[in-house]
Nanobody
């Protein structure tokens, strides 16, 4: 069973930055499409960003495009999310996930989830 552990969350003021990290045990990480999701209180989990195995393709939700950057280091089996210009509406628990395709990830049809890390943005 794959383990994925997120870290890097915390409390930040609006306009600030955070970098999330997701360390996985996936033996197929170099072939997995990877993504970030978030879930705010009382809301459904939503897609944030995704990246192809070779990092040639990145995809973002409209709400974070231009502010967040997804990246990965396959040799470390690690996924990152650089979050800049944070807004109070970015407050949520952030999850990483692995999937077979970008479309699967965007449809939340994933192979594994991390346990989540809390991001709180104060105004």
């Amino acid at each position: 069973q794959v383990q994925a552990v997120e870290s890097g969350g915390g409390l930040v003021q609006a306009g600030g930055s955070l970098r999330l990290t997701c360390a996985t045990s996936s033996r197929t990480f170099s072939f997995d499409d990877m993504g970030w999701f978030r879930q705010a209180p009382g809301k459904e989990r939503e897609f944030v960003a995704a990246i192809t195995p070779d990092s040639s393709g990145t995809y973002y939700s409209d709400s974070v495009k231009g502010r967040f950057i997804i990246s990965r280091v396959n040799a470390k089996k690690t996924l990152y999310l650089q979050m800049n210009s944070l807004k109070p509406e970015d407050t949520a628990v952030y999850y990483c996930a692995g999937g077979k395709t970008i479309r699967d990830l965007q449809n939340k049809d994933v192979l594994y989830w991390g346990q989540g890390t809390q991001v709180t943005v104060s105004s």
